[in-house]
């Protein structure tokens, strides 16, 4: 438990830059492959040339997705975790020095894909977003409460796949405020676009109150 | 590191008990919503009566996939972690003894949904077999090293999304085989039942060497 409580002091050092910079910063987290980068790229491209973006890569291995996200235009950090599975708040605090902060920008920090660990490790950030896809299952928000409780937002995305699965989405949606009342739902294709303009109002928002 | 030469002892232990008993263990991997529950329903309908099967369910939270296997009629333990990320010996050894393991028959264990932790914790297992599902990218693999590298089969499953997916089949084998050159590979589906005589064929071959 020490670990947790050293973490979440470089936490709370990290919003504090993070608020004096008045930057909003985001912690992306989901099973692996839910579609974080996909999301990520589309994301860059709607709001270029109108909001700063920064972004932080968390991965085992490889800078594969800092790579696409670079390829879209924005300045990224590829952060590999090896064994570890999960971000934490030293290594985006590192990383953060490293980059382009500026005022009324998003910090846009995508998680190592895991539905656990991620849960327990504040790393800074003004929210946790949870992306579920349609194709992992109704049952993920019951089985991996931790995740959802923590996010106050969750995409659910890959909603262009719905006519070619047996995916009850509004069955996903009660277990998901069964876990988490407060929870805010939005029914997302990071590839077809539907739900995109409500998700980039929601960080146009967030990037406002942070100026 | 003195938890992992702990649990390898642990899981020496587990072996044995299963050589003399004569039964094939496997311990099933992936990420979360991956197929492993689905799969292992689908099994125990097409063995049914010809070779005893015993599960080992690991959650998070709730009993749901063991519910799922013992309505499909065969004995489960279902093992909550918690906060845990993994399964480990200790607790597969534990939910053993609970279980009617039997000569010739199979021991299926599903890990929790999570490509990192697992790879690392030895169950005392035959093999691990992990599943990728096409609606999760081709890069997996590559991310996600040590758990295929661990696994000695992988199942590339959900193959009846691929006519909605713009998903290269062969990119993410290549991917597999660069990490891991020796991995088996088979393309199946658990709803649709591609794959499946394969993936039976090989459990019997396991159950048959095991007695
Ligand atoms: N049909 C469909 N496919 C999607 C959508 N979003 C992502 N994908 C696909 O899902 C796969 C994984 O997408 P990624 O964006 O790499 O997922 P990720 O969450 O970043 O994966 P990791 O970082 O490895 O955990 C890719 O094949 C994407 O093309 C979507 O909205 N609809
Ligand atoms: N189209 C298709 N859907 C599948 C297939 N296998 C599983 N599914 C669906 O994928 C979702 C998740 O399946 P599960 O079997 O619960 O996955 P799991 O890996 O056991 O999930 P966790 O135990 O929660 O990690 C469900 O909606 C299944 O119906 C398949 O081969 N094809
Ligand atoms: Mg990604
Ligand atoms: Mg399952
Ligand atoms: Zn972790
Ligand atoms: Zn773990």
């Not at 973006?53 to 990224?76: M, Y």
């Not at 299952?137 to 796949?161: S, V």
Request: aromatic fraction near 4%; charge should be neutral.
């Amino acid at each position: 438990q020490d670990l947790l409580a050293r973490n979440d002091a470089e936490a709370v050092a990290n919003r504090k830059t993070l608020a004096q910079l008045g930057v909003f910063a985001i912690n992306l987290v989901s099973s692996p492959g839910s579609g974080k980068t996909t999301l990520l790229v589309e994301t860059l491209r709607r709001l270029a040339g109108e909001v700063p973006v920064a972004v932080i890569e968390g991965d085992q291995q490889t800078s594969r997705d800092a790579d696409r996200i670079r390829a879209a235009g924005a300045p990224a950090i590829q952060v590999n975790t090896g064994k570890g599975c999960h971000l934490d708040a030293r290594m985006v605090g590192q990383a953060m020095q490293r980059l382009p902060l500026q005022n009324g920008g998003l910090l846009l920090i995508e998680n190592v894909g895991n539905l656990v660990c991620p849960a327990a490790f504040d790393l800074g950030e003004a929210h946790k977003v949870a992306i579920l896809s349609v194709t992992e299952g109704e049952d993920k928000p019951l089985k991996y409460p931790d995740m959802f409780r923590a996010a106050d937002l969750m995409l659910l995305n890959k909603c262009d796949l719905l006519p070619h699965l047996a995916f009850d989405a509004d069955q996903a949606e009660a277990f998901a405020r069964r876990v988490n009342p407060a929870i805010r739902i939005i029914r997302s294709s990071a590839t077809h676009g539907s739900g995109m303009d409500e998700w980039i109002d929601w960080l146009r928002a967030g990037a406002a109150a942070a100026r």
